[in-house]
């Protein structure tokens, strides 16, 4: 006998719904909370997040991108990609950059918002370190004041990095730093 997952009654034929995205085993009563998941007893090697195998053979033009798609994220050891991957991290010390790159070119905060067309409390707040500038307005800083305000390289945390397994797969006790 197996336990509901919902209401915790024994079920002996339990059946698998979806929930919010969850699946659960439950009893037939609660059955009715989600909707109930087919599981489809296919040879296929697709995962469920690929599109499936049988669609990109059947295509030509589409199917090469949707199968090279899938096995290459089927590695197991590669580290799937997510938009972070791809994106510049700012400079910890960006008002210090835009500063002195200001002063040197002798203009004043409210010169300085004139020619990027912005506020000049926006560069106050971007030179005492308050807030973060956009990506529209750190381009404009980068190509008028001729800077980089993009991190070079690796951050300091990751510098003094020294755990880890040769395996690749990290525990928690790799990267926590205890307190003792």
């Known amino acids: 006998m ?8 024994e079920t002996s034929s339990p ?12 009893c037939s009563d ?10 489809t007893s296919s040879s296929s090697t697709s995962t469920k997040y690929s599109t499936g195998s049988n669609t990109s053979s ?12 899938s096995s290459s994220s ?14 510049d991290e700012l400079a910890t010390d960006y008002d210090d950059r835009v500063r002195t790159a200001r002063e040197s070119k002798g203009l004043s905060q409210s010169d300085l918002a004139n020619e990027l067309n912005e506020k000049a409390s926006l560069i106050r707040k971007i030179e005492r370190g308050d807030t973060l ?11 008028f004041l001729e800077i980089n305000l993009s991190a070079e390289g690796s951050s ?11 395996t690749g797969s990290y525990t928690l006790g790799d990267v926590v730093k205890r307190k003792d």
């Open 2 to 9: 197996v336990q509901c997952e919902m209401c915790g009654a």
């Open 15 to 26: 059946k698998t719904i979806k929930v919010e995205g969850a699946k659960l085993d439950v």
């Open 30 to 39: 609660c059955t009715d909370f989600g909707t109930e998941v087919r599981e």
């Open 58 to 69: 059947s295509s030509s033009g589409g199917g090469q991108s949707a199968s090279s798609t």
């Open 74 to 87: 089927s590695g197991g050891s590669q580290r799937r990609t997510d938009m972070f991957d791809d994106m």
């Open 133 to 143: 500038p956009s990506d529209r307005v750190q381009s404009k800083l980068e190509n």
């Open 156 to 166: 300091g945390d990751d510098s003094e990095w020294s755990g880890g397994s040769s």
